[in-house]
Every structure is written in C-alpha cells, then in structure tokens.
C-alpha cells in the first residue's frame, strides 16, 4: 500500500512539474501549446547526453537550461509570428513545432530507450521500499515549486510575469517590458518542463515517446486545476496521479466477490484520459481557474 | 518503379479522403477536431473486429459509416457546452481513450497485438476503387459547400453569434457536420485497413492527426481540391525521401521516417506562417447577375 | 409584433447596468434608443434578444413573455438585431452574406439536399434568395461589390451589409444598434427609406443612435437612458427639449452606479 503511494507521489510530482510549467505558459500565451511536452523530451535527451561529461546534477541542469532556451527560439522564430492569428491557428501550429521536435529528438538519439547510469540504493520506509531516484524525484519537484512561487512572488521578474499575465494591455501601458516578458515566461517554463523530463527519465526511460506520454496526463491535471492556475495543476496532478494509481491497486475480486482481480497497469492511461473527458463535461474551468466553457 | 507509383497513389488516396474529411469539418465549418483519428480508427476497426472475430467482412464495410457517424454524433455532444478550444482537447482525450480501451481489450480485437492477416486488395485494385470514393466524396462536398447548408456552416466558422443572430442553430449544424465528417473519415479506415492489413492501436495514433492536418492545412483549407493536392504533395514529399542519397551510408532507412514526420511538422508550421490559406485557397461562390 | 419591455434589471458583478427600464416599441413604428456612451443600451439588446440573461423584469412579443428562450429561437421568431460593431462573415461574399440570411430553406437540410424529390423546389429557393439577395445589394448602393469577400469593405460598408442581412430575414420585429454610425450621408438617406417602408408594412422598429438628425427624420417615439435608467420618452422634439437629456448628455448630473 505504501509502495502505490509513493509512485503515485512520484508520478504527482514529476506531472505537477509538467502541468504548472504548462499552465504558467497558457495563462501568458493564451493558447495550449502542444509542443510544451516536448520541451519534457528535450530535457531529457540533452540530460542523458551532458550526463556522460558531467555529473547528474550539472547534466540536469543543462537539460533545463537547453529546454528553456529551445522555449525562447521558438517563441522568437515562430510563435511571435503567428501572434495576430487565431487561438486555434496557434494550437495546430504548436502541433506541428511538437511533431518536429520528436522527429528531430528521433533522428539525433534514435528511437530506443534508454537509461541513465544510475545509483539504484534502495532503502526501507515502514516495510515498503523506496528507491534513491523516487526521493530525489520528490525533493526536487518540491524544491523546484518552492523556488519558483518564490521568484513569482518576490523577484521584480515575477512582479512582471504576474502583471502580463493578469492583463497584457495594461501591462503594456504601465511600462513593463511585455516581449522580454513573455519570453521569460517561455524560458521558464520551458525549464521546468526540461526538469521534469530528466525526472522523468531518471525514473524511467529516456525515448522519444516521453513527452507524447505525459500529453493528455498533462492536459488533464492542468484542467483539473484550472487551465491557468500554475498551482492548481499541482493539485490537478495529484489527483490524476493518485486516480490512475488507485484504479490499478483496487482488488475487484476482493469488492464483487470472487478470485483477486487488478486492472492491468495499461487502465492508467485510460484513467488520466477519462479525467481529462470527465472534466471537460463536467467543469471546464476546474478548481481554480476562470470561468469558462460555452458562453 | 509503376509498382512505386501505384502504391503512392493508392496511399495518397486514402489520405485524400480523411483529409477532405477533415477539411468539412474545420476548413468550412471551423471545427478544431484533433481525434480525427478517432474516426478513422472506428472504421478500421470495424473491419478489424469483423475480421478478429471470423464474420463476414461486409458486416465491417457497411458498418464502418454507420460507426463513423455515431462516432461523429459522440464528439458533437460536447459541442454544446464547451468552448471551441476545450472541445479540441476533449476530442484528443476521446482519440486516446478509444485507442486505449481497444489496446487493453484483447478480446475486442486483439488487444495491443492487434489483428493482422487481413485480405490484402492490390492497389491496382483498391486504387480505382479509392478514386470511386473520392469523386463521390468532392461532388457531394461541393454540393453542400455552394448549398444553402454550405453558407450555414461557414457563418458558423467565420461568426457564431451572427450564426444565431439570423436564427440557425449551431449545434445542428455541427451534428450533421461530425457525423457526415465522421462517417467519411471512416470510410477512410476502412481503406487503411485493407492497405496495411493489419489492425492495431498505432496505425490510429496521433501522428494519423497530425499527418492529415498538415494535408489539410498545406493543401488548403475550405478547398476541396486542396485537400486532394496536400495528400498528394505531402505523399510525393514522403515517397521523394525514399529516393533521397545515403549520404555513403550516413542515413539509414529509419532516418528516412523520421525525416516524414520532420516534414509534416516543418511544412503545417511553414504554411501557417508564410501563407495561411494554403497551396489552394478557399474559392469563393460567384453568382452571375440576374436580368 | 408590439414589443414591451417591463422592467429590467441587469447587473454585472457589483455593477447595475440595467436598473428596471421599461418601454414599449409599437408595430408599424420606428422607436429611438438614445443616450449617453455607457447608458446599458446595447445591454439591453442583448437581454432583449437572448444573448445575455436578465437578472429581473420582463420581455414580451404581443403579450407573450420570452422567459429564457436562446437567441437563435428568439430569431427564427422575427425578433432580429445588428451588433455596434457589424457582424459579417468575412470570408464569404456579399451575395453570400444575404442569401444565408432568410428563415430556412430546402437546402439546409443535408438529406432534402441530395434527394431527387426536392431538387426543384431547391433550385427555387436559390433562385429567390439571389433575386432578392440582388435587389438589396442595390438598395444599400453595394452592387460594385456583390463577389468580393466581406472582408474587403470598409467599416461603414460592413454597417450596411449587416443591415442587409437582418432585412433578408425578414423580420417582424427589428432591432439596430447605430445603424448609421460610420456611413455615407447619401446611404443613411436609403436606410432610412427602408426603415421607413418597413414601418409602413407594420414592422417594430427599435434603434439605438446617436445622430440627432437621423432620430428626428425617422422615430415616431424616443426614449433616453441614462446609467441604466429611462430618463425621458416622448417625441423626437419632446425629447430634444428636456432638461434633464441636455444634462444627461452634458454631465452635469452626478449619479452613482447603484451597488448592489
């Protein structure tokens, strides 16, 4: 039982990353931007190559920084561009931007999965086992959130992030430097979603695949949240995360009588899509986010 | 070399017809369906689960639309009630889902596995076959395009409240659109199918979407024929790669299949950025004056 | 269609947009709208057709109340209204933009489109939609520009053309929100014959203006609203004269918004 909770937190935590990082960008961007999971798979790719040179958290570092600087190119190269376009011109441009990451992730480091050289230490919690990378996962997610609602909150960066993210024109027109803005935002983001898919990979494999895993997860728990509310999807990914995990853990056979039956591991995955579905029709706003859905 | 180029064709065609498809759906009516997917994947399955489980395959063709159409009926209910960009993201979630509970269930049709084995048609069969299809598909699609009900559902594009201020409404509209939509991209599946023979979750995965949306949006959206031109272009493009140098062996065959999916991705962001409209813009609808 | 307005409230938040306004538009009669910026008064289109929700009061076609009915019902009824800022489909031409309009033909129905039984009446259908469609084209001087795609025309043409679209329709009851706004003189004299010859054939007209000339030469009744609140009715010289519109409209009363 304590075992499933902890890969339940691992997963929460390496999702939350991934969804606040998402929400941060949609709430300034105003769009979902579909290559945001490939910033995940970046990160992890250029992490696992910087690890042969450099040790893990140098090389986890590097996976960020590139993630957040590929963030920043594209912003400049493309979506500026495309700023007087439509909402859904923008989306299915982003589409396209993620399909070509993977293609050019695919054709540098090939399509097989790999491992990072890791520590596998072991130790013991209450009887269940938990592993060296699930605690660094945990404690870096957690550091990383602390470290980021802090710049939110006290650095003039974050006074800025928060004020073009609350109204772009009046921003604007008080003087803040909008376009230095928004590409802070991207680079950021971008980041912490290169952090979480060196998390990611540290856990489980590093493939190209990674980033288009964690999509529909992601879309889940930052709607669950509140599309645009960075911290809501904190706990949109706790709640996919958890759900996903219990579903797998229930003993069907013990409640309906019977032999023991588990649902595969393969129902996570439609566990977080059926959130996703769910939530749609149910409350397209979540928890903490504006009002939305039909007018 | 003909072989090649019947084959080509033959591929090209069944994109042809899930991108016009998709063209309805969004090119004229402003539907940002990202499980289109979703659809043809109904319609291969419903070959694939006539085949798994040893009925006659004129069960699966004919319930293929049918399937696709219900489908359609599926993904339009959520229309009412959600913004056009959650809905995008609803139907992606809807696209996974299905995939996900066909690949967890064996007993559907074959799980993750799959079904293969399935009568493979010559191309130089299916092809004319697919032409059939085709025409029917752009004479009917222009039809409604320069019908009354084309005008509907491209006010529901340009304008939704003007939609309503003239008194339509736009959930119709739409219904009809996603399950015409779906009942066509279906169809679609059903000619993948007998192309690959095999029925399994990744023939239907996203890269299907986004593959026909850059067909789509390359070939030109709101255009009939554009849909035609992006299969075909990007199917040349695809097939063009094959014939590309080995740089003295520094390219491998996989290298060549991911440069596919770098060119579907590099040429959707290009047009979107250099020229919206496509290789073929959207016609407009003269009428002569009347004396 | 007479159509009463009783009382409607509308707020925003802790803002009062609509503080109990009532009035009546008569059949066969052009009625004026007017007001200072800000006054609620396409807020009250919006309540009025459907488009947004009142919070009190009510809307009545003939003694009927509209109790929640959606814009598009409300439409397909004969209640049709334009938007400040004209709503056109931009990337569809003039022609297009009128024969979309009028109440629903054969050929919206995608089963009657392709079965050989409707074909004529189809055929039919198009037929006048163009024909009329044509004539108003000509009556709003747009004739020049009957292929081209709305998006080409300029702000005052795209007025013009949205007029168009709700004339096409044939509506009984109509509802223009600054229909002159930003178009040649010249036009604004053929609107105002429409308008007229509308009211002459029985239609309510209700118009929201600011052009003091257009509300004299064409409203039978004008009313005034100020922060919410129906201040003055009567004729357009009635109107024109009272004090308290002059001082609505030159500031000097000071009202708060009512908080709720």
């Known amino acids: 039982m304590l075992s499933r909770a902890i890969i339940a937190a691992v997963f929460a935590c390496e999702l939350a990353l991934v969804a606040l990082s998402f929400n941060l960008g949609y709430r300034v961007i105003g769009f979902a931007n579909f290559a945001h999971v490939e910033f995940v798979t970046v990160g992890a790719f250029i992490a696992l190559t910087a690890a042969d040179y450099l040790p893990l958290p140098a090389a986890a570092l590097t996976g960020a920084v590139v993630a957040g600087l590929l963030a920043v190119v594209l912003n400049v190269s493309i979506f500026q561009k495309l700023r007087e376009a439509s909402v859904g011109t923008k989306m299915i441009a982003s589409a396209g931007v993620a399909v070509g990451l993977r293609g050019v992730v695919q054709f540098v480091w090939g399509v097989d999965p790999r491992r990072f050289a890791q520590p596998t230490r072991l130790f013991a919690i209450d009887g269940a086992q938990m592993s060296l990378i699930q605690s660094v996962v945990i404690v870096t997610a957690i550091v990383s959130v602390v470290v980021f609602s802090l710049l939110l909150k006290f650095t003039r960066i974050g006074r800025n992030v928060r004020a073009v993210a609350d109204n772009l024109t009046l921003a604007e027109a008080r003087g803040v430097p909008t376009g230095q803005v928004l590409n802070q935002v991207w680079f950021i983001s971008g980041a912490m979603a290169g952090l979480a898919g060196v998390l990611v990979g540290l856990d489980t494999f590093v493939r190209p695949e990674l980033g288009i895993s964690l999509l529909v997860p992601m879309f889940a728990a930052a709607i669950v949240g509140g599309a645009g509310s960075p911290f809501g999807a904190i706990l949109g990914a706790a709640l996919v995360s958890t759900a996903s995990t219990a579903v797998v853990s229930i003993d069907f056979g013990e409640i309906f009588g019977g032999n023991s039956f588990y649902l595969g591991s393969e129902y996570k995955s439609i566990v977080a899509f059926s959130v996703l579905i769910m939530i749609l029709a149910i409350r397209p706003s979540g928890f903490f986010g504006e009002q939305r859905g039909r007018a | 070399m003909t072989g090649v180029l019947v084959e080509a064709l033959t591929l090209a065609a069944i994109y042809a017809v899930l991108t016009l498809s998709l063209n309805l759906q969004y090119g004229l009516t402003g539907l940002l369906n990202f499980g289109v997917s979703f659809f043809f994947a109904v319609g291969g399955y419903a070959v694939g689960v006539v085949h798994f489980h040893h009925w006659s395959p004129w069960i699966g063709i004919v319930a293929a639309p049918v399937a696709g159409a219900i489908a359609g009926i599926l993904l339009a209910i959520p229309t009412k009630r959600l913004d056009d960009h959650y809905w995008a993201l609803m139907t992606l979630g809807v696209a996974a889902l299905f995939l996900a509970i066909m690949n967890n269930n064996p007993r559907i049709a074959g799980g993750d596995l799959g079904t293969y084995g399935i009568l493979r048609i010559e191309p130089a069969r299916l092809l004319p076959i697919l032409a059939g299809v085709i025409a029917v598909v752009v004479v009917a699609f222009e039809r409604i395009r320069r019908s009354q009900f084309g005008r509907v559902i491209r006010v529901a594009r340009e304008d939704p409240i003007l939609l309503a201020a003239i008194g339509r409404d736009l959930f119709r509209f739409r219904l009809s659109v996603l399950m015409i939509g779906g009942a066509v991209a279906a169809v679609g599946g059903v000619a993948l199918a007998y192309w690959l023979t095999i029925v399994a979750p990744p023939v239907f995965s996203l890269d299907q979407t986004v593959i026909v949306w850059a067909m789509m949006i390359v070939g030109g959206r709101g255009n009939n024929y554009g849909s035609l031109v992006g299969a075909l272009l990007l199917e040349a493009i695809f097939i063009g790669t094959r014939f590309l140098p080995d740089f003295g062996g520094l390219l491998t065959g996989t290298d060549y299949a991911l440069l596919r999916i770098l060119i579907v991705g590099a040429s959707l962001v290009l047009v979107l950025m250099v020229r919206r409209e496509g290789v073929v813009r959207e016609s407009k609808v003269r009428y002569a004056p009347l004396d | ?260």
């Open chain 3, 1 to 260: 269609m007479l159509l009463s307005i009783d009382r409607i409230v509308k707020r925003f938040g802790a803002v009062t947009v609509l503080g109990g306004v009532s009035l009546v538009a008569a059949p066969a009669a052009v009625t004026g709208l007017i007001g200072p910026n800000g006054s609620g008064k396409t807020t009250l289109f919006d309540v009025i057709t459907g488009f947004v929700a009142k919070d009190a009061g009510r809307v009545l076609l003939d003694g009927v109340p509209l109790d929640g009915a959606r814009p598009h019902e409300l439409a397909h009824r004969g209640l049709i209204r334009t938007f400040q800022v004209p709503r056109v489909a931009r990337r569809m031409t003039l022609l297009e933009n009128l024969m979309v309009a009028p109440a629903r033909g054969e050929g919206e129905s995608i089963l009657r489109l392709f079965s050989p039984f409707h074909a004529q009446r189809i055929r039919q259908d198009e037929h006048d939609r163009l024909e009329r469609a044509w004539r108003l084209l000509a009556a709003l001087g747009l004739e020049r520009h009957a292929n081209d795609l709305a998006e080409v025309l300029s702000g005052g043409e795209m007025k013009l053309l949205s007029i168009g679209i709700a004339l096409m329709t044939d509506p009984n009851t109509l509802l223009l929100d600054e229909p002159t706004a930003g178009v040649n003189p010249v036009l604004i004299e053929r609107i105002l014959k429409v308008l007229a010859a509308g009211r002459d054939e029985g239609r309510t007209t209700l118009i929201i203006e600011h052009n003091i000339a257009v509300i004299s030469e064409i409203c039978d009744t004008v009313y005034v609203l100020d922060v919410g609140e129906i201040i003055a009715s009567g004729s357009p010289s009635e109107v024109r004269r009272d004090e308290r519109v002059i001082a609505a409209y030159l500031g000097r009363r000071h009202r708060e918004r009512k908080l709720v």
